[in-house]
């Protein structure tokens, strides 16, 4: 596993890659275009709860399973979402990709609530199964106005922050001790993956 000190270090380089990349986010157009595609695809994944918990939760699990896998994860994660992203530009129907993201918010948050860590093969296939279902999601709520790729390279960064804040916030829960913060945080993801799929 690496050190503390180092992971926080890569943090604070991709921190910084973010800032570099941010001016272009602000100062996007408003009419159409690949500025446009890239504001609206980095703001998607920030407007709905289910999103910013389960792309969280992917980091909170990387974290906790740590090794390669704090990055592996994550980077498999954004990869694969991408391609999932592209199946639904294509095609329409969303129930099940809607059903892949409830459940992936379930069962990320019991394997942070119970401390879980699953061999790698098996880690990689469930990750992938639900960056499908997440980057389904985003594809089919796509405008048809804007391209694919910039729209794409909107909802990965966005991901990527995301990812890098559940890892920040797993390192900060060990550092705090005492109650465990992140079983904590597990015992929330899952029980909204439940009320979503309940409802």
């Keep these: 596993m690496l050190p503390i000190k180092n ?41 709905g709860l289910d999103h910013i918990l389960a792309m969280g939760a992917v980091g909170l699990w990387a974290a906790q399973t740590g090794g390669r ?10 990869a694969v979402m991408g ?15 809607e059903y892949g993201i409830m459940l992936s918010l379930l069962i990320l948050g019991l394997l942070i609530m119970r401390g879980i860590c699953l061999p790698r093969i098996i880690s990689i296939m469930l990750i992938s199964l639900f960056a499908l279902c997440h980057g389904y999601a985003h594809g089919s709520e796509m405008p048809q106005s804007m391209p694919f790729l910039s729209y794409a ?14 890892i920040g916030v797993a390192l900060l829960f060990r550092r705090l001790g005492g109650i465990n913060w992140q079983r904590c945080a597990g015992i929330v993801v899952a029980l909204y993956g439940g009320f979503l799929l309940v409802g």
């Design 153 to 166: 390279t909107g909802f990965m960064i966005a991901t990527t922050l995301l990812h890098l804040c559940g």
């Design 7 to 47: 992971l926080f270090r890569q943090l604070r380089l991709l921190l910084l890659l973010f800032l570099i990349i941010l001016p272009s986010l602000v100062f996007a157009h408003s009419g159409d275009g690949s500025h446009n595609g890239l504001l609206h695809g980095f703001v998607h994944p920030l407007t």
């Design 69 to 78: 896998m704090i990055w592996l994860l994550p980077l498999i994660f954004v």
């Design 83 to 97: 391609l999932g992203g592209l199946f639904g530009a294509i095609a329409l129907s969303t129930v099940l990709a």
